[in-house]
């Protein structure tokens, strides 16, 4: 009766180990889930950015075909220290096979710089912009066409106003800034960087939406003068041409 | 010792009882994580939106101040379904108790409205905006200030170019789309939606940092005619008078 009554005590504590495993496994799932979800990139950049020395960033990136940003030392007379541009660059700078870019305007050198570097990495990169936007002066889009990039521009009464970057497939950037120097050094403006497969997905999507909507083969040139965006406040007679 | 071996065996069972316990409770664990991410709100609307007519739901948040939304019915010849516009606006509706809104520029007659209706039902709305943007014809800015809603707005060189909004410091709404009828009905444009504790912090420190930056003790009045941003092309004689 008493070896009974010990081997009941016995079972108890195998019972309460048991259980006590139990949490702990629960206790590690949960801290397994938490970490897997903090590893996951979401930061945000707010502009506008101190002017710093960017150089070294794209130097290195062209020497070393981007296999490890390291910053070169370079001599001239801006600070060699982060930035929200330099940030935003090295985002950029880091796609190995993707970059689907869908942005207003862009007039800044650095980016473009940073575009052509990733073209001649082998990334396959494709851009969607704004036809009114990509003819103002300091535009670079005609660069970024001029290396072999595919450019697809809208036909439309409306702007196309986005302005987002998906890296790899895999990383989103998106926000309120246009790729301009005036934006990145005066304006108030922000850079969602994301790592969420969900959102990835749904700006995916939109681009290969207006990659096709946009096709030259959809193009119509007019061989009258079009009536420009700025003036036309009269919705029936809006240009609509891909819809 | 036959019943020693029973009881070893009973002991042996309550073990594996207790850890098959431990194993429900941890995938219980991961079932609930999993459920509380998946309920999180991670949308992305894209424009042009849809024309629809969104009286109806206006109307509901007028009558009822908010606390179920539903569609009253209205008989105008527009579609009554759900579009991206309708869709911002029961998100906005949803606010129940503050609301920061960071503009560059704000026409939209019906986002207005619904901005209205929230500063009346109580909710605590303060708006950032452009100074130049908030001038022009067309602007809602004025109305919002003739019905007590706090507004500020920069007096810098650059643009304050953001477009997001935050509801009871819970729910995030960002992206490129400025609130303005040209933008919601013929622009490309996308507002992310987001439910993630980090961004929405990231995102009202920002605004905390513009409303305090943007304090209006700190407006300086000019007698002389200012240099419009538009045509100020010279850095050098930017206007700087907050940093």
């Known amino acids: 009766m008493c070896e009974a009554l010990a081997m009941g005590r016995g079972g108890a504590w195998v019972f309460m180990a048991g259980a006590a495993l139990g949490v702990c496994l629960e206790a590690l799932a949960e801290w397994l889930l938490r970490r897997r979800r903090e590893v996951r990139v979401r930061e945000v ?7 710093t020395c960017v150089e070294g960033l794209l130097a290195a990136a062209r020497e070393d075909g981007g296999k490890g940003l390291r910053l070169a ?11 929200e541009l330099s940030r935003l660059l090295a985002r950029l700078l880091s796609a190995r096979r993707s970059l689907e870019l ?3 305007a862009f007039s800044c050198p650095q980016l473009s710089c940073a575009i052509l570097l990733l073209q001649r990495r082998g990334v ?7 036809a009114d936007y990509m003819a103002v002066k300091g535009s670079q889009i005609g660069i970024l066409r001029k290396a072999g990039i595919q450019v697809r521009h809208d ?6 106003h986005h ?36 959102y990835v997905k749904l700006f995916l999507e939109e681009f290969e939406r207006l990659w096709e909507d946009y096709n030259p083969v959809n193009y119509i ?6 009536v420009p965006k700025e003036t ?11 819809k």
């Open 45 to 51: 950049l707010f502009f506008p950015s101190r002017v």
């Open 73 to 83: 030392p370079c001599l001239c007379s801006l600070p060699h220290e982060e930035s």
């Open 102 to 104: 869908c942005i207003f």
């Open 124 to 130: 396959r990169v494709r851009v969607v912009t704004d």
């Open 155 to 160: 036909q439309e009464s409306g702007y196309m």
């Open 163 to 198: 302005k987002f970057a998906i890296i790899d497939k895999r990383l989103l950037l998106t926000g309120s800034l246009n790729w301009t120097t005036q934006a990145i050094q005066h304006n108030r403006e922000n850079v969602m960087i994301v790592e969420d497969a969900k």
């Open 221 to 226: 040139f007019f061989k009258e003068k079009e």
């Open 232 to 242: 036309n406040n009269n919705p029936g007679t809006e240009r609509k041409f891909n």
